[in-house]
């Protein structure tokens, strides 16, 4: 279960890169699908199903959020870092910070 989850969370990430939002509901029918035929050849219980198509399809719309939010990140740390916010507030090392010249 984990190993699946694991490659449904990133399909979604690299669906939330690289693709628009109208490729997730498909997605989203061949993951609970899959979990159904999934269920129905090692006969396991109504529940157990609900449960694992659940944290799959949570796990494939968190990772498509993650996958449209991460480009963004590098800007937002550069104006956190450029409003005067200190380095070590971030966890950041000092380091790895280093100003653009053109700000």
Avoid: E, W
């Amino acid at each position: 279960m984990y190993l699946i989850a694991g490659a449904c969370l990133v399909t979604g990430v690299i669906f939330g890169r690289y693709f628009k939002v109208y490729v997730l509901a498909p997605t989203c029918a061949v993951v609970f699908f899959g979990s159904l035929f999934v269920a129905y050849t090692d006969a396991h219980s109504f529940p157990s199903v609900a449960f694992d198509a659940t944290v799959r399809l949570t796990l494939l719309q968190f990772g498509y959020l993650f996958g449209l939010i991460a480009p963004a990140i590098p800007s937002l740390l550069h104006s956190a870092l450029s409003r005067g916010a200190r380095p070590s507030a971030l966890n950041l090392a000092p380091t790895q910070y280093k100003p653009r010249k053109d700000c």
